[in-house]
């Protein structure tokens, strides 16, 4: 009867564990500069990892001292736990599936387009009133400024391979035909009708393309790039978590089944 609990010990003190990367992986989606800009898309992946290291703990608990009721209370954490973590995993999969990438001939990096990424996270990250004051946390944000001391020559940075954000946010789109200068300068447009942005760009620090449909889809594809990665933990974790909950279920019918046997002893006895 004991054997099943130990496994669900063990493997709770497993997914503990595994909590840790979770954490870290939350944290470091935390820290990225894009995510800093969006407050509502910087923890959930911390939260869930400081979840899963709770209920596991519980869980651990339970399961080696044979508690029932802490392993009922378990349980019904983990089906929550486990509920919310594939609704987070689907979302994510979701809102990150469409892709606005394209190539630029000749080009290092790569230009995106606004028009495709997913319409729900487009909507909440680029309507007016969000997206004035992440334009104003961009803008004081060390992204664009780092560029001027990483490239020298207009080879090295057309050569680069820019992150989506650099490339959307700190130059403007290859197609107005602007000439380099230095990575945040560029001067006299050859194709002023070719896209909106054009009359947007500014070489201002303070400005750059920072309201342009380029920067939000730069930021998008950032976002994108940031959480697929991330939804590859969550798919580890969820996995792990419906393996540990059904080894789990087991030692609670055990524990219920020894506890019955106890009382069974002592009105015999």
Not at 244 to 259: D, F, K
Request: charged letters at 15%.
């Amino acid at each position: 009867m004991s054997m099943s609990n130990n496994i669900t010990a063990f493997l709770n003190f497993v997914a503990f564990m595994c909590s840790i990367p979770i954490i870290a992986a939350g944290t470091w989606l935390a820290s990225k500069p894009d995510n800093e800009c969006i407050h509502w898309l910087r923890w959930p992946v911390v939260f869930m990892g400081l979840a899963v290291m709770l209920v596991s703990l519980a869980g651990f608990v339970g399961a080696y001292w044979k508690k029932e009721g802490l392993l009922g209370v378990y349980l019904v954490c983990m089906v929550i736990l486990i509920i919310l973590l594939l609704v987070l995993l689907v979302l994510a999969f979701v809102v990150t599936r469409p892709n606005g990438e394209y190539s630029v001939p000749g080009k290092g990096y790569r230009e995106y387009r606004l028009a495709g990424f997913s319409s729900w996270l487009r909507n909440r990250i680029t309507d007016g009133d969000s997206w004035g004051n992440i334009r104003a946390c961009l803008a004081v944000s060390d992204i664009c400024p780092k560029l001027n001391t990483e490239i020298i020559t207009a080879d090295q940075f057309f050569a680069a391979h820019l992150s989506p954000i650099k490339s959307g946010c700190c130059k403007p789109p290859t197609i107005c035909g602007y000439q380099y200068v230095n990575p945040t300068v560029w001067n006299n447009p050859t194709n002023t009708i070719a896209d909106a942005d054009f009359s947007i760009w500014n070489n201002n620090p303070n400005q750059l393309c920072y309201n342009c449909d380029a920067c939000k889809a730069g930021l998008l594809g950032n976002l994108r790039k940031e959480w697929r990665k991330a939804n590859l933990i969550l798919i580890l974790t969820v996995v792990v978590l419906i393996w540990v909950y059904l080894i789990a279920c087991s030692a609670y019918r055990n524990a219920q089944t020894e506890q019955l046997f106890e009382r069974y002893k002592q009105g015999w006895a």
